[in-house]
DNA sequence: CCTACCGATCGGTAGG
DNA sequence: CCTACCGATCGGTAGG
């Protein structure tokens, strides 16, 4: 498990240098001095330092494109699972932070490049959960009014940009912040059956 | 309302190209020649490239001091007036969503120091929020459950998140992903009276 | 507000 | 994987 070759070393480093420091903001000696080479022979591995910044996106989607498919198997039903779904997403990014701030700066940095990317690798997912919303408003489970699309993507850039950024706001505790956001991603989709059924037994 | 001393007009562009390409990748010669300067003249009105991004935040922040007082004066009661007084934020960043980006990179790039500034400018507004929301849990209009603290900050961290990077999602529509984010806020922080009534006039 | 200039560092190449 | 080196650009200063 410690054992990687340098190519991957380079790229943990990478990352991690990108997220916290910026791709601007990192230089290729940093990296390669923090991995124990020389900067050419960084060059070696990664040909340029747009290759490297490509080489590190890759990685963080790839990742995430492992994985969804499992956490999405979570979530085929109703409110239950719900819960268990956006607890993925969130352990997913809160387990390195890198990622998050990794996405996020790519959309400040180079939005279009970025869409695209979202598009390959999330789109499928996005329209996935999107028809689940659907199906729920059918069903009465989900608010009607609830805009599919534009709320799984305000959801997930709750998430992502609550960890990205957990250090500037008063991030006291990580894991409260983290169940308010589930809250408010729930409360704001489902309608209240508790209440409706409290009241229906009176 | 075009004419404007040089000191400014560095600050708008400052303001501008830290937004859209950060910090780290602006130079104060590209900042310069777009005012029609060349650098040594910039560094004449500000001493530094730091002390040019501590302007041009306080700029920032400044601004929103004096709106958020007149603001927050729309939200002396409940629900009626929560929509208003989110949509004045929103209407806020959307009017130039590069305050959003600035805000949004300054917590990637110095978290630390951001934290201090968001506290000075932002702390005893958010309190006064939180109050509200205590409030308005004590009478029965708002979810018990409801964190106000981590509220307040979600809903502002969605709204300037949504903003700064409406380029990289497919925000088609602006209007309709700042009407979602809205919808969002309110349906997870409210007690939904009109499903109560209905209920309870059966 | 300018020209002229500084040392430092950048991404990248040559060549072994 | 290295040393040696490249032109370009960086933030900043001198001096007027």
Redesign the pocket.
């Known amino acids: 498990m410690k054992e990687q070759n340098?190519s991957e070393r380079l790229l943990d480093v990478a990352t991690k240098r990108f997220a916290t420091t910026g791709y601007n903001g990192?230089?290729?000696?940093?990296i390669?001095t923090e991995v124990?080479?020389?900067?050419?022979?960084l060059?070696?591995?990664y040909?340029?330092?747009?290759k490297l910044r490509s080489a590190v996106l890759n990685r963080v989607f790839e990742h995430w494109n492992d994985e969804l498919p499992r956490i999405l198997k979570l979530a085929t039903s109703g409110e239950d699972r719900f819960d268990g779904l956006v607890g993925e997403v969130v352990r997913f990014f809160v387990r390195d932070p890198n990622r998050a701030r990794l996405i996020l700066r790519e959309m400040l940095d180079r939005p279009a490049h970025l869409r695209k990317r979202m598009d390959d690798y999330l789109g499928p997912y996005i329209s996935i959960l999107s028809d689940y919303i659907q199906k729920g408003v059918e069903r009465g489970e989900v608010r009607a009014d609830v805009q599919p699309r534009a709320y799984v993507l305000h959801v997930i850039q709750m998430v992502v940009g609550g960890i990205a950024t957990a250090d500037s706001l008063g991030a006291s505790s990580i894991d409260l912040h983290m169940n308010e956001i589930v809250r408010i991603a729930r409360s704001s989709l489902f309608i209240d059956q508790h209440r409706t059924q409290e009241l229906q037994t009176k």
């Open positions: 340098i990192t230089s290729l000696s940093a390669a124990g080479i020389k900067k050419p022979s060059l070696y591995h040909r340029s330092k747009e």
